[in-house]
């Protein structure tokens, strides 16, 4: 079933698609393969502590407003220091670019409790090689590329969408069994999904709906959220490292079942859809499918996101 309603102004139209259960495939272990150096082939950048960096892919090891490293400083200097939520590719593997999404709690002149949102784009970005900022109810906690735009998600359900990503509605205003932790967005831009800690997933605009976790019963709750390059499925990890996917979404395994040393906390998809990569928040990285291991952060601080390239 699908819902639509009216547009009034930014963030009261919505679309909401019903959850339903696909069962996955056994797990299996991990593809693992050599650290490679090579500069073809795809790669991935690793958010860790609020900084970038690549590993077979461009990296950034400090944003411009932040040249000294450590706690990242707010683009909105009134606002003090940011967190990082995730990072983003452009999805251009000629002329890679990224986004880079951060929140912080800010206290209003009227005492209100709100939060900052900031989204800078590094690279191919075009005409948004700048940083963006929005205040939302929610905290904001996730980001994705939509062609050369990009889009932020909060907890709420709040969708924001900068530089020329189409707004096509939000779960702002209603009510969810728990938050929303992810979003990631349809190849062409225009359709989006967002997935809750339950596994819920509700979709926008040209995303079609291919099933979640929703009403299932999680070990440990949804973390992330990643698109098919075709757009007609996706894949959800939870923090125990569980992968479920639907759609076109192939199976390639999961750490599941498996001990790890920290939660994972987020997911990406190899370039051509054959693989994909977890990320858990000690910096380690574990590599699914044709999905090429390239190295991970372990014990250079806490990884915040992951974002594919190639």
């Not at 991935?44 to 400090?62: K, R, W």
């Not at 109810?137 to 359900?157: K, M, N, R, W």
């Not at 498996?258 to 380690?284: C, E, F, I, K, R």
Request: proline share 6%; aromatic share 12%; charged share 10%.
């Amino acid at each position: 079933m699908k819902r639509t309603g009216v547009v009034f102004g930014f963030s009261l139209a919505m679309v909401f698609m019903l959850a339903v259960r696909q069962p996955v495939g056994a797990t299996t272990p991990p593809h693992a393969a050599a650290p490679a150096s090579s500069g073809t082939g795809p790669g991935y950048e690793l958010q860790v502590s609020d900084a970038i960096y690549g590993f077979n892919a461009p990296d950034v090891n400090s944003l411009p407003y932040n040249p000294t490293g450590g706690p990242q400083k707010c683009f909105t200097s009134t606002w003090g220091t940011c967190t990082s939520i995730g990072i983003a590719s452009t999805g251009d593997y000629v002329s890679p670019g990224y986004w880079i999404g951060s929140t912080t709690r800010v206290t209003g002149v009227n005492g209100q409790i709100g939060y900052g949102a900031e989204v800078g784009g590094f690279g191919n970005t075009g005409t948004c090689n700048q940083v963006s900022t929005v205040i939302s109810d929610a905290p904001v906690v996730g980001v994705a590329s939509a062609q050369f735009g990009v889009l932020l998600a909060a907890a709420d359900g709040g969708v924001f969408a900068f530089c020329g990503a189409p707004f096509y509605g939000s779960m702002g205003g209603t009510h969810l069994n728990q938050p929303i932790v992810g979003v990631a967005a349809t190849p062409d831009g225009k359709g989006y999904w967002l997935v809750a800690a339950d596994g819920g997933v509700f979709s926008f605009g040209d995303a079609d709906f291919y099933g979640s976790m929703g009403g299932t019963h999680l070990n440990q709750p949804i973390v992330g959220v990643a698109a098919t390059p075709d757009g007609k499925g996706y894949w959800l990890v939870a923090a125990d490292g569980g992968v479920f996917s639907f759609g076109d979404a192939d199976f390639h395994g999961s750490m599941g079942g498996s001990h790890l040393n920290q939660p994972m906390v987020a997911l990406a998809a190899n370039p051509d859809g054959t693989g994909y990569w977890t990320a858990a928040a000690d910096g380690g990285v574990f590599a699914f499918g044709d999905a090429p291991f390239r190295g991970s952060a372990t014990g250079s601080g806490v990884l915040q996101g992951i974002a594919a390239n190639g």
